[in-house]
């Protein structure tokens, strides 16, 4: 679809027109009015970035979309930053305060079975994490913002790469914080799990850390019916992956929370051969930078010891790929009290999620918060990273009320 053809969040209607008459009040009246008159546009958008879906650091087109969205609201844009992100710039009085919200937008390496009309046209990818509902709500939030009144700076950060490929942390090294700068900075997330109207986050953890492992276990390779002629890989990677998944029970304090799963196993090609090698991908989930040294060290030495035992040669690459995700105190409080004012069921949330954010790297460089927005619409909800995920509209409007609350509340802490 040409940069012309593609729905607008605005309507037909020029920058800023649905709200221009809105009058200083809470974020539940900007929802009252203005926002009921902008999301079906929200909708409209939604749909085509689902239906044209872009892996990470691959998001020409829809980088393109929101740059064009947010030039027509009439803010300054900055494009190409970390790779494909975008930033849009909206600045009011002179206080110098300013805030940062970001969203995601690119999409996961799988194919689509939801079903929905606007499915995705682009094999091998799909937004089956919500990027797209994301996007849509912080170009919502953009064009509700550009049409209030606040003292302030409002940097609209657009991210690429999320889904592994540390987007991020490709912005901040491109001197994201330098060029724009941000008091503090917030994200969401849709949370399928938490009903539609909820919302959590918590201080402290609330993502964990991901590592990625990939081993390679080499032996000589050999006839079936002759073991004893070759170190068997086989026998060798039964033998680790079992005392691989004793670490966290046996080396990390029970109190500490951290995972480690194997993924992938690969060996072999027919019934009467010892294969030669075997390959083990597998990831490792923790909080405690303590712990994932201890998981790290643990692994290299019980790696070891399998290849003395069995005459194998075992070599491993070790990632950290993601930090843990860490929300700051005062701006966890922030975001709590900006999705009560906008409406929320809040909750303080009991427990981090095991899965991980790259919006950590954010946090390592400024002041945040990150929030878990409630989706669920009860009954045979997908996951998220499902084939048939699909994000929930209905939730549009409440991330579109909690941006915004949470960015005016931002700047008057100034």
């Not at 799988?110 to 499915?119: I, L, P, R």
């Not at 690429?160 to 330098?178: C, H, I, S, Y």
């Not at 409406?343 to 950590?360: C, I, Y």
């Amino acid at each position: 679809m040409s940069a012309a053809a593609r729905p607008s969040a605005g309507g037909a209607s020029s920058p800023g027109e649905d709200v221009a008459q809105r009058q200083e009040g809470s974020s539940e009246n900007i929802a009252d009015d203005a926002l009921a008159g902008l999301l079906p546009a929200l909708v409209r958008l939604r749909h085509d970035l689902h239906a044209h879906p872009e892996l990470g650091f691959a998001e020409h087109r829809t980088a393109a979309v929101v740059a064009a969205e947010l030039r027509a609201i009439g803010l300054a844009v900055h494009e190409g930053i970390g790779g494909t992100g975008v930033v849009g710039v909206l600045r009011r009085g002179s206080s110098g305060a300013s805030v940062g919200l970001r969203a995601d937008m690119d999409a996961l390496p799988m194919d689509e079975c939801s079903g929905v009309a606007y499915a995705s046209t682009h094999a091998g990818a799909h937004h089956g994490c919500g990027h797209d509902g994301h996007t849509s709500m912080l170009l919502g939030a953009a064009r509700l913002l550009a049409a209030r009144d606040f003292d302030g700076t409002v940097n609209f950060i657009f991210q690429p790469a999320e889904e592994g490929l540390g987007g991020a942390r490709a912005m901040v090294e491109d001197g994201l914080f330098e060029r724009f700068p941000c008091d503090a900075v917030y994200a969401l997330h849709n949370w399928p799990a938490l009903p539609l109207g909820t919302a959590q986050t918590r201080p402290g953890p609330i993502m964990a850390a991901a590592d990625r492992f990939d081993i390679v276990i080499r032996g000589r390779g050999g006839h079936a019916a002759q073991p004893h002629t070759t170190p068997d890989a086989i026998l060798a990677a039964g033998h680790l992956v079992s005392q691989l998944h004793a670490i966290v029970s046996r080396r990390i304090d029970p109190v500490e929370s951290a995972v480690l799963s194997i993924t992938r196993i690969e060996s072999g090609h027919t019934h009467n051969v010892l294969p030669a090698e075997v390959k083990l991908t597998g990831t490792v989930r923790s909080f405690d930078p303590a712990a994932q040294d201890t998981i790290e060290a643990a692994l290299h030495q019980i790696a070891d010891g399998v290849a003395l035992a069995s005459g194998t040669t075992i070599a491993i690459d070790y990632l950290r790929y993601y930090p843990a995700t860490i929300n700051h105190a005062a701006e966890a409080q922030v975001a709590l009290e900006a999705a009560a004012n906008a409406g929320l069921q809040v909750k303080t949330a009991p427990a981090p999620a095991f899965t991980s954010e790259d919006f950590a790297f954010m946090l390592q460089a400024r002041p945040g918060a990150y929030l878990w927005l409630g989706q669920g619409r009860g009954g045979d909800d997908k996951p998220l990273h499902h084939p048939a995920y699909d994000f929930n509209d209905a939730a549009l409007p409440h991330g579109v009320r909690w941006l915004v609350a949470v960015a005016e509340r931002q700047l008057q802490r100034r």
